[in-house]
């Protein structure tokens, strides 16, 4: 099936540095989505990107689409410890279909953030 | 308040013995599904339903059941569990098939199998 590769899976930063996690498939995306989870919680829709190229932006944080529909990043600038949690990647097949429900997770990426 | 009700939160059961994990929304959305979550695997889709009636495979459906008699309820049935199947279960609601909507997830199951 379709696979979603996150990486890194773990990234540890000093309070007030950037941080970037990214979504890459072999396949054409639909769209993707990101979630946030934070620690002993579910995970919380944070955002959905649908067009190539696609950019926006939610106070520090910054998602990516890329032009092919094949990568996506999430950029976090000047990290707080309200940051920490794990980030997930999802992603709709470009098939049609039943398909359309399968929804395919990266695999995380961890954060933690020293004050 | 809108929400995705799991129950139980926690479980711990032997080998064999059937049991179900209830999800319920209050949300009218039509989709519903189950993932499991692993340590380094990210959250694993098992079974989906776009509605009512409706019910599809996901990436991980070997040793889960699911039915979707009702809209609001989509349980996650294990007919006869195996150490292999101790995760943490999150069941998640979509106004329509995901693919245009969030996920709302539910707190939770944690399970056990012995």
């Known amino acids: 099936g379709q696979q979603v590769m996150q990486i890194p899976q773990y990234q540890h930063v000093q309070e007030g540095e950037d941080f970037t996690t990214y979504c890459n498939s072999s396949?054409?995306?639909?769209?993707i989505q990101w979630y946030k989870q934070r620690p002993g919680g579910h995970p919380v829709f944070l955002i959905q990107?649908?067009?190539?190229?696609e950019v926006k932006k939610q106070k520090r944080l910054t998602f990516q689409f890329g032009e092919a529909k094949k990568n996506s990043s999430l950029h976090i600038t000047a990290t707080q410890t309200t940051d920490v949690g794990t980030y997930f990647c999802?992603?709709?097949?470009?098939?049609?279909?039943?398909?359309?429900?399968?929804?395919?997770f990266g695999q995380g990426t961890i954060l933690t953030v020293h004050p | 308040e809108a929400q995705v009700t799991q129950n139980p939160r926690y479980l711990i059961t032997v080998t064999g013995k059937k049991l179900t994990v209830t999800c319920s929304q209050n949300?009218?959305?039509?989709?519903m599904s189950w993932y499991r979550q692993d340590p380094g695997l990210g959250l694993r889709q098992i079974y989906y339903s776009m509605n009512v009636e409706v019910t599809d495979k996901g990436d991980v459906p070997e040793g889960y059941k699911v039915s979707r008699k009702e809209k609001r309820n989509f349980p996650l049935i294990l007919e006869s569990p195996s150490p292999n199947q101790t995760s943490l279960y999150f069941c998640a609601s979509s106004p329509s098939g995901g693919f245009t909507g969030e996920l709302f997830f539910g707190e939770g199951s944690r399970l056990t199998v012995l």
């Open positions: 990107l649908v067009k190539s190229g």
């Open positions: 999802a992603a709709h097949s470009n098939a049609g279909g039943t398909s359309y429900g399968k929804l395919t």
């Open positions: 396949t054409t995306l639909s769209n």
């Open positions: 949300m009218n959305h039509e989709y």
